[in-house]
């Protein structure tokens, strides 16, 4: 599945977010939700997450960098359901996280949708730069 586009909404007081219909579409009616990078929230249909934690389980335990990663994605993870609303409840400790509190944007990346702070999202992601972030791409393989 691949997930793409930008939808703004609110979170409400209570935690509740529409979670657009393209999305849920693909989601279906409970998905994961847990930490991502950058201070967004990152959001995963069943399968996604279950290729994730297997990953996981594969990281040797006796490496400190690896148990951090397990800890990070883990830890904050939470099953989520949508309401007849087409709603989700963001757990408080991610909503914490990812400094939730009124204006949200919600974007399709590929594999997954990440949840940001309105704000946060505008400030991290310019595009300024993308000329010299695409140089830097074709060093992981990918050219245009």
């Not at 009616?29 to 997450?49: A, H, Q, R, S």
């Not at 594969?58 to 087409?86: I, M, Y």
Request: with cysteine; net charge negative; glycine share 8%.
């Amino acid at each position: 599945m691949m997930f793409m586009g930008e939808y703004n909404h609110t979170i409400d007081a209570k935690g509740r977010l529409i979670v657009p219909s393209k999305f849920r579409e693909s989601l279906g009616d409970e998905f994961v939700v847990t930490k991502g990078f950058d201070g967004c929230l990152y959001v995963f249909d069943e399968e996604e997450w279950t290729a994730l934690e297997q990953k996981i389980k594969t990281l040797p335990l006796t490496n400190k960098q690896a148990r951090q990663f397990a800890r990070f994605f883990l830890a904050g993870a939470a099953s989520v359901e949508v309401d007849k609303q087409g709603r989700i409840l963001v757990p408080g400790v991610l909503r914490e996280f990812a400094d939730l509190s009124k204006d949200v944007t919600l974007v399709g990346v590929g594999s997954r949708i990440e949840i940001w702070d309105k704000t946060r999202y505008e400030d991290t992601n310019t595009f300024e730069d993308m000329e010299e972030v695409a140089e830097h791409l074709t060093e992981l393989g990918l050219s245009i």
